[in-house]
């Protein structure tokens, strides 16, 4: 009767563990508990971060930005390219950048430096955004040591899927 008692115990501990085993697969088969529109946002962000940490590691805020800009060149149509060169096509963005000026008095002000509109598509106003995520970014360039000193950039850039 004992070695039965024993049997039956070293069954329930094995059946335990059988079932344990299939939970944790089927769990980890399941998508996750967090909705898609969280998900999604997040990615988006991460995306966003990604692509303007990239844009400051290959020096485009200084070689087409700020050059462009003392040039008078047409630097919107240059960004626009590199930006939708390294998204998803299916994804819209919107950029505006700004430049942080000191005045005399010493106050300080945001000054946009785009003069037309970088983004996809061109005509923003009209994309309906089904999901959507907006970034701020700093970025401090830095000029030669001829140069004088450097200038500080504020980039904001509204990543989403269109609908």
């Known amino acids: 009767m004992r070695s039965r008692g ?25 998508t996750p508990l967090r909705p898609l529109y969280l998900r999604e946002t997040s990615d988006l962000r991460r995306l966003a971060y990604n692509l303007l940490n990239d844009l ?36 819209v963005f919107r950029v505006d950048v700004y430049q942080l000026r000191l005045g005399e008095d010493g106050s300080s002000e945001w000054v946009r430096l785009n003069r037309r509109p970088v983004s996809k598509p061109e005509d923003w106003a009209t994309v309906r ?20 000193r450097g200038c500080l950039l504020r980039i904001d850039l509204v990543l989403g899927y269109g609908g």
């Open 6 to 30: 024993q049997a039956r115990v070293i069954e329930m501990t094995l059946a335990t563990a059988v079932i344990t085993a299939a939970l944790v697969v089927a769990m980890s088969l399941t």
């Open 56 to 91: 400051a590691d290959a020096r485009v805020f200084e070689d087409i930005v700020v050059k462009g800009n003392l040039t008078g060149g047409n630097w919107e149509d240059e960004l626009k390219l590199f930006i939708a060169a390294n998204l998803p096509p299916e994804l």
């Open 129 to 148: 955004l089904v999901e959507a995520e907006a970034v701020t970014y700093s970025y401090v360039v830095v000029g030669a040591p001829e140069e004088g």
